[in-house]
């Protein structure tokens, strides 16, 4: 996680919302790797986590992660959780909770959701100050600039 935090905060100075993810498989080997681009790429779909899975699925060559990780800095938003439960990701684990728009406790529970086909693995908090403190610091910037 602390890896991804250092690189979420370089990804924010590119002037995207500081957002990092990692895809591992089953034995611990990175199969996918994104961060927010939407802004650079003007891309709505440009997500840290869809980046990631879009990327492990061509290594992969396969859309089911069943046995993956995804580990990223802040809680998914309802799309990429979605998108996760879509592709049958087996854990998730995210460092700061998104009260607005998390999707996996934060504002509401896609995981646990009735319309779920797929439960997975949720864990919660790690380094979530350091990562809570990161997305809050670039926002207060980022208000004080526009």
């Excluded at 991804?4 to 790797?33: F, M, N, T, W």
């Excluded at 997500?47 to 998914?76: G, M, Y």
Aim: with cysteine; aromatic share 4%.
């Amino acid at each position: 996680m602390s890896r991804l935090l250092k690189r979420a905060k370089e990804i924010g100075q590119l002037g995207e919302i500081p957002v990092s993810a990692v895809i591992l498989d089953q034995i611990g080997h990175c199969i996918g790797y994104g961060s927010n681009n939407r802004q650079r790429q003007r891309d709505p779909l440009g997500h840290a986590e869809l980046i990631a899975l879009k990327q492990a699925s061509l290594i992969k060559d396969d859309w089911r992660f069943n046995n993956c990780t995804l580990i990223v800095t802040l809680e998914p938003c309802p799309m990429c959780a979605g998108a996760l439960i879509q592709a049958r990701m087996g854990q998730v684990i995210f460092a700061a909770t998104d009260p607005k728009r998390g999707a996996f406790g934060g504002s509401l529970n896609l995981s646990t959701h009735p319309s779920a086909h797929h439960k997975m693995v949720i864990k919660k908090g790690v380094l979530e100050n350091e990562a809570g403190r990161q997305i809050e610091d670039w926002f207060r910037q980022r208000r004080k600039t526009t």
